[in-house]
């Protein structure tokens, strides 16, 4: 069974920095492109960004680039989301999801970031 | 990097069928055949229901189905189940990035 588990989310500062982790099991997790999607509290799904199977192409939303930083660690399993420079706006659930084809067939829990002074 | 177009919410009584649309652009749903919709009901992550346009994932009745005319996608869902009542998200390959559209809230009356 594919699983997907996110953790990391927290109550931070504007301008603070946070770092979610994504743990994969159940599928061969360097065979597959990885994606970050966000949701703000009642608001609809935004695309942060998505990474390739060898982390050597990475490609963000507008909102985030420049500040969020995809990497992944394929012997662990692991997916990350560093983000730098908060902003109240990016307070939201964030989901790491499989990227299979054109479509994200599996999604995490979500974790949720909460951008508040 | 603009949000596809859906309807705030749709409605219908169980056993009827409902349609919600996407509206793109030609930059987006109108250029690619890479659309595809996921449900997702309250606290809960979404799931994958059509990909590639019309195309269904495994465990996915065939109540639902997609398409697509020029700029616009649409989800198909006949014969409403009352579990259908959830949110309904379409998204779309955009050459640069990948675009959402805001989410059509499905009411099973």
């Known amino acids: 069974e594919v699983q997907l588990v996110e953790s990391g989310g927290a109550l931070v500062q504007p301008g603070g920095s946070l770092r979610l982790s994504c743990v994969a099991s159940g599928f061969s997790f360097s065979s597959y492109w990885m994606t970050w999607v966000r949701q703000a509290p009642g608001k609809g799904l935004e695309w942060v960004g998505n990474?390739?199977?060898?982390?050597?192409?990475?490609y963000y939303g507008a909102s985030v680039k420049g500040r969020f930083t995809m990497s992944r660690d394929n012997a662990n399993n692991s997916l990350f989301l560093q983000m730098n420079t908060l902003r109240v706006e990016d307070t939201a659930a964030y989901y790491c999801a499989r990227h299979t084809g054109a479509s994200y067939d599996s999604w995490g829990q979500g974790t949720l970031v909460t951008v508040s002074s | 990097q603009s949000a596809l177009t859906q309807p705030a919410s749709v409605s219908g009584s169980p056993g009827q069928s409902i349609t919600i649309s996407c509206t793109g652009t030609?930059?987006?749903?109108?250029?690619?055949?890479?659309v595809s919709w996921y449900q997702q009901h309250p606290g809960k992550a979404p799931k994958l229901m059509i990909y590639d346009v019309s195309k269904r994932p495994s465990g996915v009745p065939d109540r639902f189905s997609g398409s697509k005319s020029g700029n616009t996608a649409s989800l198909t869902i006949s014969g409403l189940q009352a579990e259908d009542e959830a949110d309904y998200y379409c998204s779309s390959f955009a050459g640069t990035h990948w675009a959402f559209g805001g989410g059509t809230k499905l009411t099973v009356l």
């Open positions: 990474i390739k199977q060898d982390g050597s192409e990475r």
């Open positions: 030609s930059s987006d749903v109108g250029n690619y055949n890479l």
